[in-house]
């Protein structure tokens, strides 16, 4: 007893540890969870046994949205849009005051295309000149589209045989189609055209290379019009030059001189 009373913490140490020992063997021998959770799977097997089908999902809502997506409006920023084009006023040269409100008041976007008219080219065989071995073929050139008004002339020319030039140097006569004497068609290959075209006796051919344009300005304080311009031309209204850089069957095309901006007019 004497030398339990002087080291008595080993004796409280050993209990400690039975302690753990039996605690550690409830634990280990101890089997209640698992019936627990047996028994609440066994009360619950038939819930999870039956089956449980999802209800078909309904995309109308979606597929409208994406519709509306698809066929959504476009944001249009231009005038008359005043959050980022505001209202201007201009003063003609005789003092009116003039509202650009959409922006077709005054400038190139006021200008009326009133109508165009196609240039041609047109190439026509007339025949034959000399005979034997001074026999040429006559032909009658017309470039309406020509930028230099004495080419848009008709001219006629002649050529002797294939792969020659005419004595203009406007073309070079490729092929003769039937007797030399009696040519029934001829290829030939204008200068400067990679297209080569057929010329028959009696039908002349002929192309659209370009269109004139008929135009008019009328705004408060200026009215104008020009007849029969081409590409190249420069028209000057709205205190500006305009340059015209395209002109099609039913378009023409202007270029402002001050701000490069191209307007497109179209006929009514």
């Not at 008219?117 to 007339?126: D, I, N, S």
């Not at 300005?217 to 007849?227: A, D, L, Q, R």
């Amino acid at each position: 007893m004497e030398q339990l009373k002087q080291h008595y913490e080993k004796l409280i140490l050993g209990l400690a540890m039975l302690a753990l020992v039996y605690a550690a063997y409830i634990i280990v021998m101890d089997d209640s969870e698992e019936k627990i959770e047996a028994q609440v799977l066994e009360r619950n097997k038939p819930d999870l046994e039956s089956k449980k089908e999802m209800p078909e999902m309904s995309m109308a809502a979606y597929q409208a949205t994406l519709a509306r997506l698809e066929n959504a409006k476009p944001l249009h920023l231009g005038n008359p849009h005043n959050l980022f084009n505001p209202v201007q006023w201009r003063v003609t040269r005789q003092g009116t005051v003039l509202k650009v409100e959409r922006g077709n008041e005054i400038g190139a976007g006021a200008i009326v295309l009133s109508g165009t008219k196609p240039l041609y080219l047109k190439v026509e065989y007339r025949g034959i000149t000399g005979t034997g071995p001074n026999l040429r073929y006559r032909f009658a050139i017309t470039r309406e589209s020509a930028k230099n008004k004495k080419e848009r002339l008709r001219v006629t020319t002649t050529v002797q045989k294939e792969n020659l030039k005419d004595t203009r140097n406007l073309f070079t006569l490729l092929n003769i189609e039937g007797d030399r004497e009696a040519p029934a068609a001829f290829q030939v290959k204008l200068d400067g055209d990679p297209e080569t075209i057929t010329v028959e006796k009696g039908k002349p051919f002929q192309r659209i290379d370009g269109y004139t344009a008929n135009l008019a300005y009328n705004t408060p304080g200026e009215s104008k019009s020009y007849v029969n311009k081409r590409v190249g031309d420069r028209l000057f209204f709205a205190e500006d030059g305009h340059n015209i850089v395209a002109i099609g069957e039913r378009e023409v095309v202007l270029s402002t001189a001050s701000t490069s901006k191209r307007t497109t007019i179209g006929l009514p």
